[in-house]
């Protein structure tokens, strides 16, 4: 039932009719008088003007339901928007939605994981990826010791739900997978959301490393 009503659902942001290329490379963001908001509700954000340039990292700082997440949605292709926002140049609702998302990658606040194995996990976001690919990024973000401590390593389950991983080492399974697609434009709602102090600079100063020459909101 949950299924059918997905598949029935109305797609809030439908491809165009005649759809753009997307862009290639690492490209600028720029966004002019943007209002966005979720399906039902009011506009959350409203007159946002930004650019990040090319390879540029910029953070965003506000309270929660300040529209942070929001403008992640937006950015992703998952919410329509009116104004003008536009990666080297191309508007976004001029891309397929499949286009946009080979070029923008998102790691969400709460990432879902699938009762599989760590390096399943991880390679959903590029599914060609070899096994040292996925261990470079798991342990780009500081799980490398806790794959060594277990005897399946890689092969690790996450149980159903992740009810065998902790929620910090679900943030950083969410935050490997973002690295491991290699887009050139990366958003990161709270990355380091539910690790400690400690751990948190680690993944903090290792995503800086990962994500050189990207453009990272």
């Given at each position: 039932?949950r ?6 659902a ?6 165009p009719?005649?759809?753009?290329a ?10 002019e ?23 540029e990292?910029?953070?965003l700082?506000g309270?929660s ?23 080297g140049?191309?508007?976004?609702h001029?891309m397929?939605?499949?286009?946009l998302?080979?070029?923008?990658g ?9 009762d599989?194995?760590a390096?399943e996990n ?20 500081g ?13 690790t389950?996450?149980g ?35 690790l ?19 453009t990272?909101?």
């Amino acid at each position: 039932q949950r299924v059918v009503e997905v598949l029935d659902a109305v797609d809030p942001v439908p491809d165009p009719a005649s759809a753009v290329a997307p862009p290639e490379g690492v490209v600028a963001l720029r966004m002019e008088a943007v209002a966005a908001g979720w399906p039902g509700g009011d506009d959350v954000l409203h007159d946002l003007t930004l650019e990040v340039g090319s390879g540029e990292r910029v953070g965003l700082l506000g309270a929660s339901g300040s529209g942070k997440s929001t403008l992640l949605a937006v950015l992703a292709g998952f919410l329509p928007y009116t104004g003008s926002i536009t990666l080297g140049g191309v508007e976004l609702h001029e891309m397929r939605g499949e286009d946009l998302r080979r070029v923008v990658g998102r790691g969400p606040q709460l990432p879902h994981v699938f009762d599989t194995s760590a390096v399943e996990n991880v390679r959903l976001a590029r599914p060609d990826a070899t096994d040292e690919e996925v261990r470079e990024a798991l342990d780009a973000v500081g799980l490398g010791p806790w794959l060594d401590a277990s005897r399946d390593g890689l092969a690790t389950s996450v149980g159903d739900h992740g009810a065998l991983v902790s929620a910090g080492q679900r943030q950083r399974l969410g935050v490997a997978r973002v690295l491991l697609g290699g887009h050139p434009v990366v958003l990161l709602d709270e990355p380091t959301e539910h690790l400690d102090e400690e751990t948190a600079d680690v993944v903090a100063a290792e995503l800086v490393r990962a994500l050189a020459g990207r453009t990272v909101l």
